[in-house]
């Protein structure tokens, strides 16, 4: 069964709105967490890594203020994507490991993210 | 630094043919690797993982892979496809303070 859940699956919002998207893991501590994008028909991007009980570390180009990351226990991390506009429509999957180290990630089944 | 590369973005097979899906991995040391599958508007699903107990790796589905250090492959394999196998595969390193870096994937379609 899946060991990630993310919700909402998927969500329509307005310009200029701000949505929020969680991220747990179910039977496991995720002391971190990681938030990917996709694009149609393109492969994952890495967005930032969630660290509990402290700052998101940002990948390159990303802007943290647009996407903010609270990761405030062992098994949630939210990503709230601020003042929203089309060009953030896209599809946002959250992934956590069990342990750390080579241990491969459970990913969340996505949010699909429209916004009009 | 530890990537890959997966040579096709596109392949067709026939139901019941086997697949072969390739990835090339670049690494100055043995890598962890591991194979996922998203099905369309899905979340990621592990496949398989290499870890370096075992260079033939099975999956789940009937999917194995194999871990080729002299060729610096580890390419996805099932002998017989089916029609719910049609998804896009990666093939991902583990990367640098244990995130994972996707490369472009290779599509998968299955024909009747």
């Known amino acids: 069964g899946a060991v990630v859940s993310q919700h909402p699956s998927w969500v329509i919002c307005k310009s200029g709105t701000s949505v929020k998207i969680e991220c747990r893991s179910l039977d496991f501590q995720a002391t971190t967490m990681f938030w990917y994008r996709q694009f149609p028909k393109q492969s994952l991007m890495l967005m930032a890594t969630?660290?509990?009980?402290?700052?998101?570390?940002?990948e390159q180009g990303v802007e943290k203020d647009k996407f903010l990351i609270n990761h405030a226990s062992l098994t949630l991390s939210t990503l709230t994507v601020t003042s929203a506009h089309p060009e953030d429509s896209s599809f946002y999957i959250c992934?956590?490991?069990?342990?750390?180290?080579?241990?491969?990630?459970?990913f969340g089944n996505g949010t699909r993210l429209t916004v009009t | 630094a530890q990537s890959v590369t997966q040579l096709d973005s596109h392949v067709s097979v026939s139901e019941g043919t086997p697949v072969l899906l390739r990835c090339n991995y670049s690494s100055s040391y043995s890598p962890s690797l591991f194979w996922y599958v998203q099905h369309p508007n899905k979340g990621l699903q592990l496949l398989l993982k290499?870890?370096?107990?075992?260079?033939l790796v099975k999956g789940i589905n009937g999917f194995e892979a194999e871990f080729k250090k002299s060729e610096t492959s580890f390419h996805l394999t099932k002998p017989s496809a089916h029609m719910s196998d049609a998804a896009e595969y990666f093939c991902?390193?583990?990367?640098?303070?244990?995130?994972?870096?996707f490369g472009a994937g290779t599509r998968l379609a299955v024909h009747p």
């Open positions: 969630s660290n509990e009980g402290s700052k998101a570390t940002y």
């Open positions: 991902v390193p583990s990367g640098g303070y244990n995130k994972l870096i």
């Open positions: 992934s956590a490991r069990r342990t750390a180290g080579n241990s491969p990630l459970h």
């Open positions: 290499y870890t370096s107990a075992a260079t």
